[in-house]
C-alpha cells in the first residue's frame, strides 16, 4: 500500500471501537496522502461514519492510533481534530437550526471584540465573502438556517468546513440529500479543493459518487476494511464486490475484513 | 482562508422594499404581547372603574412583578437549553431564610444591629447560597446526566424542606432597615429626581446604542434600516421610558411616611400635606437591570450563543467543539443566582423570611417565559419576552385582586389564559413558517 513513499498526512491505524458489544469499527486502518481524494465505500451500518467520527473527535476509540504527518496526534475532542486542520462536513450538516449563517459558521470560534463581545458585523462580512464564492446567490444571512433549502444548508456547513484553513477535509454523504444539480456542485467543488491541495476524505455507499472523484477507495464491511485500491486498478463492479460481498479483487489490497 | 470558487463581490445590498413592521425590523410576536397587555389594561381599567390604570396600581404592580421576572429571564436560558427547572421557588424559599437568619442573628451578633454592612452582607450571603445550589443542581444535571426535570423536582422538595429546617418554621423578623429597600415600599422608592435622572439615562443610552449598531453595520456595507425607521423606534422607545417615569412620579407618599421624610429632611410640615413622588421602586430597577444584563448575556456573549446553540441542535454543539456540560452547568448556576436576587426582593417586600415564601413560583416563571415566547422545544426565546409574560400574569392576577375576585377563580383564569396563549403562539409560528 505505501509505495510511493510519501508519509501520509492522515493516517489512522488499527482503530477498534464497540458499542454495548457491538464492534462497529474492527481493526481498520486507512491513510490520507497529500493532494487526494479518499473515497469510504461501504453499505449502511459497515462503520464508515463511525469511523470518520473517530477522526473528527467525536468518538474516543477504544484501540488504535491516529498519526497526522506522522506524529502521533491525540484527537479527545472534536476542538483537538480541528486544531490539526481536520474538518467534517456530517451527513446531518450538524447545523444549529434556530442560529444564522454567520452564527452557525463560527460556531465554537467567534470572533469577539476587544470587549469580549460577540463581533456579529465581523462575522457576518465574513460570512458575505465565503458564501460568495460558494453560492452567489445566497442572501438570507439573517435568517435561522431551519429557514433556508437543503442546497443553501449545504453551503453553510461547507462553508463552516473550509473557512478555518482545513488541511483534511471529512465529507460524510454529502450529496445524500441534493439534488442533481446541486450534487454535481458538490463534485466541483470537491475537484476545485482538490486542487489547493486540501485532502478529501469523501464517505459514501454510492460508488458513482466516489468513482468520479477519488484517486483512491477504501471499502468496509460490518465494521472491517474489505480493501483499498487506486482507482485505476480496479472496475466498478469489482468495488461492488468488496463492498457487497467483500471480495478483494487483485487489484486492490486486501484488508482484514476481505474473505 | 481558502477560497474554492472564483470570487465574486456581493452585489450591492438591496433596499427591500416590505411593509411598515419589515421596514422597522419590529418583532411581531412582541408586538402581538403588548397589544394583550394593553387589552388587558383596559379591559381591568373598565371593570375596575378607573382603578387599574392608576399611578398607584401601576406602581404596584411594578414592585409585585419585580421578583418573577427576574427568575423569568432565567428560565429562558434553562428552557432554551431545553431543560426545566421546578425547583426556583424552593430555592428562593431556602435562600430567603438563610438571608433572614443572617440579618437577624448571624451579622447582628458580629457587626450589632443595623449595622451598614449587613445588607450588602445579605444581599452577597443570597448571590453566593443562590449561586451554589443552582450550580450544584447543574452539575448533577450535566455531569451525571440526571434529566433536569427529575433533579429540580427532588430539588423543589429538598429546599422547601431545607428552608423550614433553617429556623424549623419560625417565621424570621424585621429586616434591617436598609435592606428592607430592596422589596420597595418608601425605603426603596428612589424619589422623583433619580427617576428622571434614570429615565433621561436610559433615552441616552437608547439614541447612542441605535446609532452606533446604525454605524457599524453601514461601515461594513450591510442594509440598514431606513433613517426614519431608526428615529420612529428612538422616539416610540425613548417615549415609553419617559411616560413610565411620569407615571411611577405621579405616584406619592402615603401622608405618615411623607411626613416622616419630610420631618428627617429638616422641611416644615404644611397644612394640607405634601405631593412627595415615590418614584421607580429599587426592586423594579433591578429588575429592568437585571433585564439588560441577562440580555446582554443572551445575544451579546459567547456564553448565550452556546445557550442556543444547544437548544438548538445539542449534537451539532458538541460536535462544534462547544464544552456543552460546562456550558449548561452555568446555565443552572446563573439560574440559581437569579432566585437569590429574587429572594433579597421578596423577603424585603414582606419584611420578614417565611419558609412557604417562594410557594408556586417555580410555575409562574415557566409561565412567564412560555407566555413570553419561550419554546419548550428549545433554541427560542427572549429575556424581554419573559420579562413582559412575567407582567402579563401579575396584571391578571392583580387586576382579578382588584375587582375582587376570588383565589380559586384566579387560578382558573390564569391557568386558562397560560394555555391559550401558547397555543395563539403555536398558531402563529405555524403560519409564518
New interface residues.
Given amino acids: 500500500m505505501h509505495t510511493n513513499g510519501t508519509t501520509p498526512l492522515v493516517e489512522m491505524r488499527n482503530i477498534s471501537i464497540a458499542f454495548g458489544g457491538i464492534k462497529a469499527v474492527d481493526g481498520v486502518s486507512v491513510d490520507l496522502r497529500p493532494g487526494e481524494v479518499v473515497g469510504l465505500l461501504g453499505h449502511n451500518g459497515a462503520g464508515k461514519s463511525t469511523l470518520i467520527k473517530i477522526l473528527s473527535g467525536a468518538y474516543r476509540p477504544d484501540s488504535g492510533e491516529i498519526y497526522v504527518n506522522g506524529e502521533h496526534a491525540d484527537i479527545a475532542t472534536p476542538r483537538d481534530a480541528k486544531r490539526y486542520g481536520i474538518e467534517t462536513i456530517y451527513q446531518t450538516l450538524a447545523l444549529a437550526d434556530n442560529i444564522d449563517a454567520a452564527g452557525n459558521i463560527f460556531l465554537g470560534r467567534e470572533v469577539l471584540t476587544p470587549y469580549g463581545t460577540l463581533d456579529d458585523a465581523t462575522m457576518e462580512a465574513e460570512t458575505r465573502k465565503v458564501m460568495a464564492r460558494l453560492n452567489p446567490h445566497f442572501r438570507r444571512f439573517k435568517e435561522p438556517v431551519k429557514a433556508l433549502s437543503g442546497g443553501q444548508r449545504q453551503s453553510v456547513a461547507i462553508a463552516r468546513a473550509i473557512y478555518f484553513n482545513a488541511r483534511v477535509l471529512i465529507m460524510d454523504e454529502p450529496t445524500a440529500a441534493l439534488g442533481p444539480a446541486e450534487t454535481q456542485q458538490v463534485a466541483d467543488l470537491v475537484l476545485q479543493l482538490k486542487k489547493e491541495g486540501i485532502v478529501i476524505f469523501l464517505i459514501s455507499h454510492d460508488i458513482h459518487d466516489v468513482f468520479g472523484l477519488a484517486d483512491r477507495v477504501s471499502v468496509m464491511k460490518n465494521g472491517k476494511l474489505v480493501g483499498s485500491a487506486d482507482v485505476q486498478d480496479v472496475t466498478q463492479d469489482e468495488v461492488l464486490g468488496m463492498i457487497i460481498l467483500g471480495k478483494c479483487p487483485p487489484g486492490a489490497t486486501p484488508g482484514p475484513g476481505a474473505s | ?10 452585489p450591492p445590498p ?1 433596499t427591500a422594499s416590505g411593509s411598515l413592521l419589515s421596514k422597522l425590523e419590529i418583532d411581531v410576536r412582541m408586538l402581538g404581547m403588548l397589544a394583550a397587555l394593553a387589552v388587558i389594561w383596559i379591559g381591568f381599567d373598565i371593570l375596575s372603574g378607573g382603578v387599574f390604570l392608576t399611578p398607584r396600581n401601576l406602581w404596584n404592580l411594578s414592585v409585585q412583578t419585580a421578583s418573577v421576572a427576574v427568575m423569568a429571564t432565567g428560565m429562558v436560558l434553562v428552557i432554551v437549553t431545553r431543560n426545566i427547572d421546578l425547583s426556583v421557588g424552593a430555592i428562593l424559599g431556602v435562600v430567603g431564610m438563610i438571608i433572614g437568619v443572617a440579618q437577624v442573628q448571624w451579622l447582628p451578633a458580629y457587626l450589632g444591629l443595623e449595622h451598614w454592612l449587613t445588607a450588602p452582607l445579605a444581599v452577597l450571603i443570597a448571590l453566593v447560597a443562590g449561586g451554589l445550589i443552582g450550580l450544584f443542581q447543574g452539575w448533577l444535571i450535566a455531569y451525571l446526566g440526571i434529566p433536569s426535570f427529575i433533579v429540580t423536582l427532588g430539588g423543589l422538595l429538598v429546599w422547601r424542606g431545607a428552608a423550614w429546617w433553617v429556623t424549623t418554621g419560625q417565621t424570621v423578623a424585621p429586616m434591617d432597615s436598609r435592606f428592607k429597600a430592596f422589596g420597595g415600599g418608601v425605603e426603596g422608592a428612589l424619589g422623583a429626581t433619580t427617576t428622571w435622572i434614570i429615565a433621561a439615562i436610559a433615552c441616552g443610552l437608547i439614541i447612542v446604542g441605535l446609532g452606533l449598531t446604525r454605524r ?2 453601514l ?4 442594509p440598514v434600516r431606513p433613517g426614519w425607521a431608526d428615529a420612529v423606534i428612538a422616539v416610540v422607545a425613548c417615549g415609553a421610558v419617559l411616560a413610565t417615569a411620569a407615571v411611577f412620579n405621579a405616584y406619592p407618599m402615603p401622608m405618615g411616611s411623607a411626613r416622616t421624610w419630610a420631618e428627617a429632611r429638616g422641611i416644615a410640615w404644611p397644612e394640607g400635606g405634601l405631593f412627595i413622588s415615590q418614584g421607580v421602586a429599587l426592586p423594579v430597577l433591578i429588575a429592568v437591570l437585571v433585564g439588560l444584563v441577562m440580555t ?1 448575556i443572551a ?4 456564553f448565550g ?1 452556546y445557550v ?2 444547544i ?3 445539542p ?8 464544552n456543552t456540560r460546562w456550558t449548561l452547568m452555568k446555565v443552572f448556576g446563573l439560574m440559581g443566582l437569579l432566585c437569590g436576587i429574587s429572594a433579597c426582593i421578596s423577603t424585603a417586600r414582606l419584611n420578614a423570611a417565611t419558609n412557604a415564601a417562594g410557594t408556586l413560583d417555580e410555575l409562574y416563571v415557566i409561565a412567564s417565559a412560555v407566555i413570553g415566547g419561550t419554546s419548550l422545544a428549545g ?2 426565546g427572549t429575556i424581554a419576552g419573559a420579562m413582559l409574560g412575567a407582567l402579563v400574569m401579575q396584571s391578571l392576577q392583580s387586576g382579578m385582586v382588584l375587582l375582587g375576585v376570588d383565589t380559586p377563580l384566579q387560578n382558573i383564569v390564569v391557568g386558562a389564559v397560560l394555555v391559550l396563549a401558547v397555543w395563539v403562539d403555536s398558531l402563529y409560528r405555524r403560519r409564518i413558517k
Avoid at chain 2, 482562508?1 to 456581493?10: E, L, S
Avoid at chain 2, 461601515?219 to 450591510?222: D, E, L, Q
Wanted: glycine share 14%; aromatic share 10%.
Fill in positions: 482562508m481558502t477560497a474554492p470558487i472564483a470570487t465574486t463581490a456581493p438591496s457599524r453595520r461601515r461594513f456595507g450591510f446582554f445575544t451579546r456573549r459567547r450563543r442556543f446553540a437548544g438548538g441542535n449534537e451539532a454543539a458538541e460536535l462544534s467543539g462547544i433554541g427560542i
